[in-house]
């Protein structure tokens, strides 16, 4: 949200250098759009390029995850057991060795 702010501050500054350009004596249109593109345009957007990099890395990151849940759960149901969590078909466990316990 702070960054928006900043950004249509910086874009309003633009705006006000390129119609000062535009309207001054000696300045053109010409000029003007260059100054509201190499100004204004080209900062903003690789401003807002390098900041939203982290989040565009989540995402990547989320659609993975997804991804590999889903493969995970396709495998489990071409299994035929009930989820992907081994010993969940209710079996009894293939442990050799009883549990010690305090004799009574």
């Not at 489990?76 to 010690?100: I, N, Q, R």
Request: hydrophobic letters at 50%.
């Amino acid at each position: 949200m702070f960054v928006h702010l900043i950004v249509i501050g910086w874009l309003y500054v633009v705006v006000m250098m390129a119609v000062a350009e535009a309207t001054a004596s000696n300045g053109t249109v010409l000029g003007a759009i260059i100054t509201f593109l190499l100004y204004g345009l080209a900062p903003v957007a690789l401003v807002v390029y390098l900041l939203g990099a982290p989040g565009r890395r989540r995402a990547v990151k989320e659609r993975e995850l997804a991804a590999q849940e889903a493969a995970r759960r396709a495998a489990a149901e071409k299994s035929g057991l009930p989820s992907g969590l081994p010993d969940a078909g209710g079996e009894p466990s293939a442990d050799t060795v009883a549990p010690v316990r305090k004799e009574p």
